[in-house]
Nanobody, 124 residues
């Protein structure tokens, strides 16, 4: 059974940084793409960043491009999201997800397994 556990969320002032981590277990981590998605209150879940199985291909939402960096350590079964220059509109629950394939797909339904989420709050 696949389990994903996020950590690293919290409260930060605008302009600050946070690093999210997601530890995965249950199947061969290096066989699958990973993604970070977010959901603000009252809004639909949306893509933040995704990464393919090897870490050689990434994709970012326009709203985070240049400020967020996704990476993975297949030896540690962990995916990371470094978030810099945070803005108040980044406030959301951030979810880690494991993909259906090894490709960095961008749509929510292409990810089969989800963590419980971690709250990120950016104050102005």
């Amino acid at each position: 059974q696949v389990q994903l556990v996020e950590s690293g969320g919290g409260l930060v002032q605008a302009g600050g940084s946070l690093r999210l981590s997601c530890a995965a277990s249950g199947r061969t981590f290096s066989n699958y793409a990973m993604g970070w998605f977010r959901q603000a209150k009252g809004k639909e879940r949306e893509l933040a960043a995704v990464i393919n199985w090897s870490g050689t291909n990434t994709y970012y939402a326009d709203s985070v491009k240049g400020r967020f960096t996704i990476s993975r350590d297949n030896a540690k079964n962990t995916v990371y999201l470094q978030m810099n220059s945070l803005k108040p509109e980044a406030t959301a629950v951030y979810y880690c997800a494991e993909g259906r394939t090894d490709m960095a797909n961008t749509r929510v339904h292409e990810y089969d397994y989800w963590g419980p989420g971690t709250q990120v709050t950016v104050s102005s």
